[in-house]
């Protein structure tokens, strides 16, 4: 079965820290950009990190620069997203996806940029 599956969502103070990840099956993420994806209540969805299949290009959403971390490990199959000095403003349910094409600005940017895969999300509260 073709998926991907987020992990590692939770309840965390603000100024804390969390670390998702994103296993892929059924198939290999070494040719796939893949990318973090975060919605919030009553917002739209909205691109985090993106990261193509060579990980010298990244792509990071201003509001997370210096906070987050997005890496991969192919060997692995697995993608995450470490984050670091949490804001409640980052409370969403946070999704990974994978894209063929090796576009992490736009995978990350664009308005119905279309995916080849999604998750099907891990929620993330910061409050205190």
């Known amino acids: 079965q073709v998926q991907l599956v987020e992990s590692g969502g939770g309840l965390v103070q603000p100024g804390g820290s969390l670390r998702l990840s994103c296993g892929a099956s059924?198939?290999?993420?070494?040719?796939?950009?893949i990318g973090w994806f975060r919605q919030a209540p009553g917002k739209e969805r909205e691109g985090v990190s993106c990261?193509?299949?060579?990980?010298?290009?990244?792509y990071y959403a201003d509001f997370v620069k210096g906070r987050f971390t997005i890496s991969r490990d192919n060997a692995k199959n697995m993608v995450y997203l470490q984050m670091n000095s949490l804001e409640t403003e980052d409370t969403a349910v946070y999704y990974c996806?994978?894209?063929?094409?090796?576009?992490?600005?736009?995978?990350?940017?664009?308005?119905?940029?279309?995916?080849?895969?999604w998750g099907k999300g891990t929620l993330v509260t910061v409050s205190s």
């Open positions: 996806a994978a894209s063929g094409l090796n576009l992490p600005y736009n995978m990350c940017t664009l308005v119905g940029y279309e995916m080849d895969y």
């Open positions: 059924g198939f290999t993420l070494d040719y796939y950009s």
């Open positions: 990261m193509g299949s060579s990980e010298g290009s990244t």
